[in-house]
Every structure is written in structure tokens, then in C-alpha cells.
């Protein structure tokens, strides 16, 4: 009704459907078909007796209380009940139709979420390793430490600190690149922005736990370090 009657009160006038006329008496909000990302498309629901005399199909939408796809088998047989040869097809539930219209963006994202699962943990171990060797380097370094004086904690934070510059910088720099692509994911999103801030901080908060969690072996193993055993090997 926005597209042809801007700003007015269809109710009471009339569209042309061919050589028909038709009286609005009622509207509804859109109703999206096929595709769930698809545009929505001038619709008209006409009464059934008015299709009466029309070759074609109706569609029938029955609410129930009943939960998944029991309630089939009841439709069925209430209407053979009443005419046994007529034809029924597509008889489903809503969830199935909502199913199978997004069952594309259901597959890219099982694919993205995967995708992106192999590559956080090939960068945790990658972060795992470079902290290990880093530390490994400092061995001596961490044994004179320690026998001046230094506690568990004070190694920690030494190896630590380290570790999470190298990460906050790869974190600002995927953070950036990620929204400097993120209008090429615009076809597949619906319903959330490209640059949605939620996102971006769960991401975010996912990826900082991550690397903690790759952190902790080599940094929990520098704690560790007996001070004899690092000085002799200077």
C-alpha cells in the first residue's frame, strides 16, 4: 500500500488486477516469500470465493497448539475425512518453510564458522609457539631474575606483556582490515549491519581468551624456571 497509495487511507478504494476491480478492506504488514533476504513484493490477498471459478491451488495455514510435525498427520486425515481424492501437496510446518528458505545462509555460515574455527586455533598455536620460543630466549635473562629476587608473578607479567603487545597489535590490524571488508559480506548478511559493534566486541573477546589460553603453557613454564638450572647454562 506504501508503493500505491503513498501517505493515503487504502481502505475503501480499489485496484486493478487485470480487467478486475477490487475493493481494499483490509491490509497487513510484508510477508516475505522464497528467499528470506529477497525483497518484498507487492502483494493482494483475495477471498477464496473469488478464485472459485480459477484453476490453481489454494494454500491453507492452520495454528496449533501442538509442537512439531505431528500435527501432519491430523491435517491429512481430516481432510480425507471430508474428500478423499483431493490432492495435498507441500504439507509442512512453518518452521520447515522457514528452514528450507534459509538453508543457503545456514550452510555459508556453518561453513564460515568452521572455517573461522580452523584459523583461530592454527593462530593459537601459532601464538603458543612464538611465546614458548620468546621465552625460551630469555631463559638466562628470567634465571638472573629470579635469583635477584623476582617473583612468579613478576615473570609472568614479564613474558606476558610481551605476548599481548604482539597480540593486541594483530588484533588492531584484523580489526581494521575486517571492516575495511566487510561491505564484500553485505549479500549473504540479513537483519545485522555489517559493522554491528556487538559483533565486533564478541569477535574481539573470543580472539583475547583464545590467545590467553595459548598464552598460559609457555608463560605458566617461564614461572617455572629454576635460576641454577638457567645460570648454567650461560
Same mark, same amino acid.
Given at each position: 500500500m506504501r508503493e500505491f497509495f503513498r501517505g493515503e487511507n487504502p481502505i475503501g478504494r480499489? %485496484?486493478?488486477n487485470g480487467n478486475i476491480l477490487f475493493q481494499v478492506i483490509g491490509i497487513c504488514g510484508d510477508v516475505r516469500f522464497n528467499r528470506a533476504r529477497a525483497p518484498v513484493p507487492p502483494l493482494v490477498y483475495r477471498h477464496y470465493a473469488q478464485t472459485a471459478n480459477e484453476p490453481g491451488a489454494l494454500t491453507f495455514e492452520v495454528r496449533t497448539a501442538m509442537q512439531g510435525t505431528g500435527i501432519i498427520t491430523d491435517v491429512r486425515q481430516a481432510i480425507r475425512a471430508i474428500d478423499r481424492d483431493?490432492?495435498?501437496? @507441500? %504439507?509442512r510446518t512453518q518452521r520447515e518453510q522457514i528452514d528450507a528458505t534459509i538453508a543457503r545462509e545456514r550452510l =555459508? $555460515?556453518?561453513? $564460515? %564458522?568452521?572455517f573461522g574455527a580452523l584459523a583461530a586455533i592454527l593462530a593459537s598455536i601459532g601464538i603458543y609457539g612464538t611465546v614458548a620460543y620468546a621465552a625460551g630466549c630469555r631463559t638466562e635473562e628470567i634465571g638472573v631474575r629470579k635469583a635477584l629476587g623476582a617473583r612468579p608473578h613478576h615473570i609472568a607479567v614479564?613474558? &606476558?606483556? /610481551?605476548? =599481548?603487545?604482539m597480540i593486541a597489535i594483530g588484533l588492531t590490524i584484523g580489526l581494521g582490515a575486517a571492516l575495511m571488508l566487510s561491505r564484500l559480506a553485505l549479500p549473504q548478511l540479513w537483519g545485522v549491519s555489517p559493522t554491528d559493534p556487538l559483533t565486533y566486541? &564478541?569477535? @574481539?573477546?573470543?580472539?583475547i581468551a583464545t590467545a590467553a589460553a595459548a598464552c598460559f603453557v609457555p608463560v605458566r613454564?617461564? $614461572?617455572?624456571? /629454576?635460576p641454577a638450572v638457567a645460570l648454567r647454562r650461560e
Open positions: 480499489t %485496484v486493478r483431493l490432492p495435498l501437496a @507441500s %504439507v =555459508f $555460515t556453518a561453513l $564460515t %564458522v568452521a614479564l613474558v &606476558g606483556r /610481551d605476548a =599481548f603487545r566486541a &564478541g569477535v @574481539s573477546i573470543i580472539l613454564q617461564a $614461572t617455572h624456571i /629454576d
